[in-house]
Every structure is written in structure tokens, then in C-alpha cells.
């Protein structure tokens, strides 16, 4: 027998701290390869950063080449959600009221409809504050993308989707007006019983633009332009379904370009990342399955839980093949494995593991 020595607290502490360094100099050393490494990275090296737990791999994968890129992607496609959540809100705000104005049955415009009619306005004024914000927002994430990685035809394109008229420079300009200048209110117009939309006076926006000669930048000149050649009053869902279109168009275009094969070392960047998180979803459900099907009399029937997981037609299809066979097995992983996580083992479990489920009600146990 061999007789282990006995250690001390203190030793063990001395003991886990040289581990604890030891490891950290190897993440270290990881760390700096993969900042000098050349796209894509080497597959062992590649294999190495994905073994790290989740935490270590973020802080590793800082020093990829295509990190900075894929950060101000990111932080590009988050603005534009959010420009794009903006709009649509501020849209139906306007058609909410539009229903209730035109509405034979609404109390908008009867005595004592002023606080519901208040409300709608303040909403109007606060999406269209948010949406104003967000439009310049989203531009100054798309010029930093730019600005890191040039774009082949950005500018021609940007002219191509937003034109030439001072739209742009409008909407972009309206952060500034709201923003600093003067809260412009829209007001509500109603043309009978088929129309009715919140407008902006032309000539209170004329002023609040010469009443500062600053803040606006290049696009002064084309955003006079707009508001000169604009009608007495601008309809704000017209202004803003125009500006939406243009913007779809434009960061579509923007959107397709960060996805090119050319980049290559955002795209290995992504690959990682894909890989390290199937990586790790693999190993949470070996880690469930395992535990199920070797310390557990009787596992969980994965009969119970398939409706959290599959369509109803989905379903039909399955209960459609023998149970527990390994075809239904394989048609329930194609519906759910979207992104490759079951491996050889995983398959071997999920088979073993509806053979152990129990019968369906009214059948006898086997």
C-alpha cells in the first residue's frame, strides 16, 4: 500500500494557487497565438480555444483578427433592430389613431375624450423621439463598420438607397431639432372619414432649423431642401413609410456585404463561435442523458416532452413511424438538432432512452 503523505490547508492552498497560474499562463499562451495566428486559425488551435470553458473562449477570442469587426457588426445589426422596433411603433401609434378618429363609436373628440387624446399625442411625440434618435443612432454604427472595414460601393450605394432629396438629412436632422432645439409638435390633420394622420408645419420647422446655424453638420443644405420643397404640412406616416423603404433597401445591402465569403476572418470568427457554442450544448446533454440513463431507475419519457419541442404537424410525422423505433428517434433529432449538436453518442442515448419509456396508457409495460 502506498502511503499518501497527509497535507496541510496551507499546502493545498500553495498547491491550487500553482495550478490556478500554471493554467492561466496556458490561456495565456493560447490567447497570444491566436492574436498572431493567420485566418482561418489552424485546426488545432481552433480545437484548443473551444476545449476552454465559455468565459475563458470570450476572453481568448478577443484577440481573433475578425473581433473587432464582428463587435461593430453586432452592435450595427442591434441599431438596426431597434431603428426598425422604433418605426414600426411609431407607425402604429399613428394608425391607433387613425381608427379612433375615424371611428363612429370613439369618444376622442367628445367632452372629456382630452385625456385620451392627450395620451395619443404624447405617444406620437415619444416615438417620434425615439425613432429620430435611434435613425442617428444607427447611422453613426453603420459608419463605424465602415470606417473598420470599407465597404466596395458604400457611398454610391448609400446615395442609390436614400437618394438625393434631403429625406435623410431630414430624419437625421429631426434628433437634433427634438433633441436640442424645440419640441416640435406634430399636429393631427383629418380629411374626412378616410384619413387621419399626425403632420409637421412646414414653416415651424423652417424656423426651428434658422434659429440655430449649428448642429446639423454637412447635411444643412440638403435638409433645407427638403423642408422647401415639402407641402405646408408633412404627413409624418408618409415622411416615415417613405424612410423605411429607403432604409430597408440600404442596410439589406449592408447586411449581405458583412456576410461575403471575403471576409474571412469575421467568418472564421462566426465558425468559432458556432462551434464552441454547439460544442457546449453537446456537452450539457451528454451530461443530462448520461445522468439520466445511468443513475435513474426510471428515466424521463421523452414521449411527455415532444409536444415542447415539435409543431403539431411535426408530431403526426413522428407518431406516424413504430414507437421507440430508431427511425422515430432519427425524425425527432432531424426535427430538433437544427444545428448539428447530436453526435454518434447523443444518438446512441436518445435511442436508449425512448426504449426505456414507458408504454402509452392502456398498454401493457413490456
Not at 431630414?170 to 432645439?181: A, M, Q, S
Not at 372619414?193 to 434659429?211: G, M, N
Not at 417613405?242 to 465569403?261: I, V
Request: charged share 25%; net charge neutral.
Amino acid at each position: 500500500m502506498i502511503n499518501v503523505p497527509k497535507l496541510t490547508r496551507e499546502q493545498v492552498a500553495r498547491l491550487w494557487k500553482r495550478q490556478e497560474e500554471r493554467q492561466a499562463q496556458e490561456r495565456e499562451s493560447l490567447r497570444q497565438a491566436v492574436a498572431s495566428s493567420q485566418v482561418p486559425l489552424p485546426e488545432e488551435l481552433a480545437q484548443a480555444v473551444i476545449e476552454q470553458n465559455s468565459r475563458h473562449t470570450r476572453t481568448i477570442m478577443r484577440g481573433h483578427s475578425g473581433y473587432a469587426l464582428a463587435e461593430r457588426r453586432d452592435s450595427f445589426l442591434t441599431s438596426l433592430a431597434i431603428m426598425e422596433q422604433c418605426l414600426q411603433d411609431l407607425l402604429v401609434a399613428i394608425n391607433v389613431f387613425e381608427n379612433a378618429a375615424l371611428s363612429k363609436e370613439s369618444n376622442y373628440f367628445a367632452p372629456g375624450g382630452e385625456d385620451e387624446s392627450g395620451r395619443t399625442e404624447r405617444r406620437i411625440q415619444k416615438e417620434l423621439f425615439a425613432t429620430a434618435n435611434a435613425a442617428a443612432s444607427l447611422v453613426d454604427h453603420g459608419r463605424r463598420v465602415h470606417k473598420l472595414q470599407p465597404l466596395p460601393g458604400y457611398v454610391d450605394k448609400r446615395v442609390e438607397c436614400f437618394g438625393t432629396d434631403g429625406l435623410h438629412e431630414f430624419v437625421i436632422g429631426l434628433r437634433v431639432i427634438l433633441h436640442h432645439l424645440h419640441a416640435v409638435q406634430p399636429g393631427w390633420l383629418i380629411e374626412g372619414t378616410s384619413r387621419a394622420t399626425f403632420v409637421f408645419s412646414k414653416d415651424v420647422l423652417r424656423r426651428a432649423v434658422e434659429s440655430s446655424s449649428g448642429g446639423f453638420g454637412a447635411g444643412i443644405t440638403a435638409l433645407k431642401a427638403y423642408i422647401d420643397a415639402s407641402p405646408a404640412e408633412l404627413d409624418l406616416r408618409e415622411v416615415f413609410l417613405d424612410y423605411r423603404a429607403r432604409m430597408a433597401a440600404f442596410n439589406g445591402w449592408m447586411k449581405r456585404e458583412l456576410q461575403a465569403d471575403t471576409l474571412v476572418a469575421l467568418r472564421d470568427y462566426d465558425a468559432l463561435n458556432k462551434r464552441k457554442a454547439i460544442a457546449d450544448q453537446r456537452t450539457f446533454w451528454k451530461a443530462l442523458t448520461g445522468n439520466w440513463l445511468r443513475n435513474w431507475k426510471i428515466p424521463p419519457d421523452p414521449h411527455a416532452h415532444l409536444p415542447r419541442y415539435l409543431t403539431p404537424p411535426q408530431l403526426d410525422e413522428v407518431y406516424k413511424l413504430p414507437r421507440n423505433s430508431k427511425e422515430q428517434v432519427d425524425l425527432v433529432i432531424q426535427c430538433m438538432d437544427k444545428d448539428g449538436i447530436v453526435d454518434d453518442g447523443l444518438r446512441a442515448d436518445g435511442y436508449e432512452l425512448f426504449a426505456r419509456s414507458p408504454p402509452p396508457p392502456g398498454e401493457p409495460s413490456s
